[in-house]
């Protein structure tokens, strides 16, 4: 377990952090990515994550593991463990417990930032700033409050749903530097809060697009069109909708297979499937790692992705969208998700719908027909992540960007130093 800072230096130091275990998909794929394209610009980078396991129950080959290889990218970690029952207290706990870390360790290893990813890491950023100097990174991620109020678990009158506002609110207001995932939620920030627009850098979720380099080869199994599906299938996402246009779709490509890859409960899955009258033999719902993804994309043919336009989806950038268009696959999404919208239509790789009707589906399909006639689809799919969504060119030099600006108002000196 790292016990120290042994290279504390007076160039640039954040500590990022992260109310999510490390081990987690989402710490693994766009976490510790983008902070390795921070130490690569110069910025000397502490990872705080939230453990469920406790890791003094790790295995120690794990934690040695796992510690070993963070550090071999220059990326000292640090853990706590996170508390989840009951869930009011036990987040509350996490905060105090988490912003007395922070100011040790700012102190300790002479943090010149706090970058708080989401609206918990926030709380403990903005707690700790009450014992330490020290600027603040707000990287919001999405309407957190919203977001819990569109899947019915928080109505808007309560306590926690206004405790979270607030908490965004002084956020806005104090972060030294903003990122958001869309455009459209920068804009609502600037029109909403007086918040100077060079404050907020606009940062989608990006990927390694050499992860996805061996999937640009295209060979389908056994004749089958495959239809892809890759994330959760409940809360704001519309697996029923996305079966209603397989079965669309299927109607016109007889081969057409529909293959989800989901860590969801199986069961209401598979009772949607019943429900709709799907045959057996056309689809097929399984558990995978990330690191499995990229393999199914390989002989994937179409992408889906249906969510909830819901105001918080103002502010999503659902990960699976640059996953599938690096792996050079075309996608069919909803409208008012992000920019989705923007980025699917203004490059011809992918098709919106914005009803959910039988004329909507069957003119879908007629331009998913249209996409598939192009034998450079792939290769198009490819660029546009690259262009749009790449971890070297795009997700990268915008979080160098980040903080070059908090360099700048620190004068290029370490204020702790």
Request: with cysteine; net charge positive.
């Amino acid at each position: 377990m790292h016990s120290g800072c042994t290279n504390c230096s007076t160039k640039m130091r954040t500590l990022y952090v992260c109310y999510f275990g490390l081990r987690q998909p989402i710490v693994q794929t766009q976490v510790v990515p983008y902070l390795c394209q921070l130490v690569r610009s110069g910025v000397a980078v502490d990872l705080l994550t939230f453990e469920d396991t406790p890791t003094r129950k790790w295995f120690s080959e794990d934690l040695k593991k796992w510690q070993s290889s963070l550090a071999g990218k220059g990326i000292l970690w640090h853990q706590l463990t996170y508390h989840k029952r009951p869930s009011v207290a036990a987040t509350l706990y996490d905060i105090v417990i988490g912003s007395l870390k922070v100011a040790q360790l700012v102190e300790k290893c002479r943090i010149d930032a706090i970058h708080a990813r989401s609206h918990v890491a926030l709380a403990i950023g903005l707690l700790a700033q009450q014992f330490v100097n020290c600027r603040l990174v707000f990287d919001v991620r999405g309407l957190m409050a919203e977001e819990y109020a569109d899947n019915g678990i928080w109505s808007e009158k309560s306590l926690r749903f206004r405790g979270v506002k607030i908490v965004e609110r002084v956020g806005f207001k104090r972060a030294d530097q903003i990122v958001v995932v869309t455009e459209r939620m920068k804009s609502w920030i600037v029109n909403q809060y007086p918040v100077k627009s060079d404050k907020v850098e606009v940062i989608p979720c990006c990927v390694d697009m050499e992860r996805f380099a061996a999937s640009s080869g295209h060979s389908e199994p056994d004749g089958r069109s495959e239809v892809l599906y890759a994330g959760s299938t409940s809360g704001l996402y519309l697996l029923e909708e996305m079966v209603t246009f397989f079965l669309a779709l299927r109607r016109r490509v007889p081969t057409a297979f529909f293959r989800i890859l989901t860590n969801s409960p199986l069961d209401p899955v598979l009772s949607v499937f019943a429900r709709l009258q799907v045959s057996e033999s056309s689809f097929a719902v399984h558990a995978v790692t990330s690191d499995e993804v990229p393999q199914y994309l390989s002989v994937a043919r179409l992408g889906l992705s249906f969510r909830k336009p819901t105001l918080a989806q103002i502010a999503a950038s659902p990960v699976k969208i640059p996953e599938y268009l690096a792996a050079g696959v075309p996608i069919v999404a909803n409208a008012g998700v992000g920019d989705t919208d923007d980025v699917l239509e203004k490059t011809y790789v992918g098709v919106i719908i914005r009803t959910f009707t039988p004329d909507a589906y069957a003119a879908a399909v007629d331009n998913v027909l249209k996409l598939w006639e192009d034998p450079d689809i792939r290769f198009r799919c490819r660029r546009v992540a690259t262009q749009h969504y790449g971890l070297i060119n795009v997700g990268g030099p915008r979080y160098v960007n980040v903080y070059r600006r908090i360099e700048a108002q620190l004068g290029h000196a370490n204020p702790n130093a």
